[in-house]
């Protein structure tokens, strides 16, 4: 079946009533939009919860708790039960209406106005559902039970972490509680009870927000799609309490490439796929659940690095790979992928330098790799010559761009002349040949979006801007800024519902291109 998806990251989404960023509540009414412009699929960024100080959705201090950020407060009951946003503090009120007024997403000041709030609403449900063992304190004891493989190690880390450390990475707790002591992980258990209590209540809240978003996205015939970090933070939940699974010594990155000479190195931790492995990739399955139960499809981050993960030794030996030679890393990937498959459509993130075999692995494992149409060329011509996306495999993912590159509407006026007359030689552009070095506009916009929409792709996924023809930029790898991850859509959410012109361009294209019905 051929579909047109839309990507946006959630905190970008525009909504009157919304923090500041957006909010869970928010994605039925952004998938309502998306069905009406042909959209069966809604692409977000990660929304586990970030490591403190962090923006960025792939630094993660979980691999499964979500980020409280996101959580919708109007659609708390015990937040309402209180007075809801009338009974804030004065003082919180002006943030409020700071952040909601605000172009970009301020990260510092929402995180604290939202748990000032949470910590209110938590308190009223502690006293009166709690101390009454009300059914809904049942439920949700019922909800923590299900969840106890991930929940109850990330409410004691969060709880030691913020609460006791003040925010000090694990690695520099006194040694009883570094080394998971039993005795001192039961004395910590008692002692912050209350605190621990409090974030099984907020994952909870977030947890019942999401699967009626995600109902009410289904019912308007778009399914969410997820993407799954490669790895967490090495000041984590998981790694604190699985620290067997991963390695500590080293550190995960890049090779060297045609771009840079020196790799990367990303300073994370490294999985130990044999330890994994003895324990039949518990963990990892554990992730494959908690994604199928948050999504109908997702992507899969630094898929490569699940066939062969390259990593530094921090005593400054030799880098190298994990496993080691190219059999074990076929059977690495290949097992890896099938668990992450459970439940769930996977989508490999195959960018950057992939050696062939992980490209034929995928292929055998019928998972969709991505087909993006700046850097689909003949690279070994002499012209370089674009492929026409029409030949793009259909098993595959296409798109204008993902939320690390620039706009559409950016890489074309930037674009050298070479490069330009390279991509106008595609058949499909024959009508944009005679304007020769014509800027961007809502002409070219639509022409090549048609172009990526008629791609032999089974998928095809527009990043939101490009979409519209705007040039916000998400993200610039390898930068670290005030600017990265603050990007808020231009339109609230009633303009955009409100634009029938814009949906039905969409809509058009998309139906043209039999990924929806008219």
């Known amino acids: 079946m051929r579909q047109a998806g839309v990507l946006i990251p959630l905190f970008s989404i525009r909504a009157p009533s919304s923090w500041g960023l957006g909010e869970i509540s928010d994605l039925a009414s952004f998938a309502r939009w998306a069905s009406a412009a042909g959209f069966s ?54 943030a409020l209406d700071e952040v909601r007024r605000a172009p970009a997403v301020a990260w510092q000041a929402i995180r604290a106005l939202k748990q000032r709030a949470l910590q209110r609403a938590f308190r009223a449900f502690f006293e009166r559902e709690c101390k009454s063992d009300s059914a809904r304190a049942v439920a949700m004891r019922h909800w923590a039970k299900e969840h106890a493989f991930w929940l109850d190690e990330y409410a004691l880390f969060s709880a030691l972490h913020d609460d006791v450390f003040g925010g000090q990475p694990w690695t520099s707790w006194p040694e009883p509680l570094r080394h998971r002591h039993p005795e001192a992980l039961a004395r910590a258990r008692a002692e912050l009870q209350e605190r621990i209590l409090f974030r099984q209540y907020v994952q909870w809240q977030l947890d019942l927000q999401w699967h009626a978003a995600r109902q009410e996205a289904n019912q308007a015939g778009v399914e969410l799609m997820g993407d799954l970090p490669f790895m967490v933070a090495t000041d984590s939940a998981d790694v604190w309490s699985r620290p067997f699974d991963f390695r500590l010594d080293a550190r995960v990155g890049v090779p060297p490439d045609a771009f840079s000479d020196t790799g990367q190195d990303w300073g994370l931790p490294v999985y130990r796929w044999d330890v994994m492995e003895q324990n039949g990739f518990a963990w990892m399955n554990e992730r494959a659940r908690r994604g199928a139960d948050q999504y109908g499809l997702y992507r899969v981050d630094h898929v490569v690095g699940l066939y062969r993960t390259y990593y530094r030794p921090d005593d400054g030996g030799p880098a190298a790979f994990i496993p080691p030679q190219e059999p074990a890393q076929i059977a690495n990937g290949e097992r890896v992928m099938a668990i992450l498959s459970q439940g769930a459509r996977v989508i490999a993130e195959d960018l950057g330098t992939v050696p062939d075999f992980v490209r034929a692995s995928l292929t055998r494992c ?42 559409a509407a950016e890489w074309f006026d930037s674009m050298p002349a070479d490069e330009r007359q390279a991509l106008l030689a595609l058949p499909a552009l024959a009508g944009l040949r005679g304007r020769g070095d014509a800027r961007f506009d809502a002409g070219v916009r639509d022409v090549l979006l048609d172009l990526v929409y008629r791609s032999g792709s089974d998928l095809t996924l527009l990043p939101f801007q490009d979409a519209m023809g705007s040039r916000e930029r998400v993200n610039v790898p390898g930068t670290v800024n005030g600017h990265n991850w603050t990007y808020r859509m231009a339109p609230s959410l009633p303009e955009l519902l409100g634009d029938r012109a814009t949906s039905d361009r969409l809509k058009g294209l998309a139906v043209a291109a039999g990924r929806a019905t008219v």
């Open 366 to 407: 019928g998972i969709p790799g991505y087909r993006i149409l700046r850097w689909e060329r003949h690279w070994h011509e002499a012209t370089q010559p674009f492929r026409d996306p029409s030949s793009w495999p259909a098993l595959s993912v296409g798109t204008t761009g993902t939320h690390d590159t620039e706009s």
């Open 41 to 94: 699929v809604v692409q977000l960024l990660p929304v586990t919860e970030a490591s403190h100080g962090q923006s960025s959705p792939y630094a993660a201090l979980s691999a499964f708790a979500v980020d409280p950020v996101y959580l919708s407060l109007a659609q708390v009951e015990d937040f309402a039960a209180i007075g809801g946003e009338a009974a804030l503090p004065d003082q919180d009120r002006r």
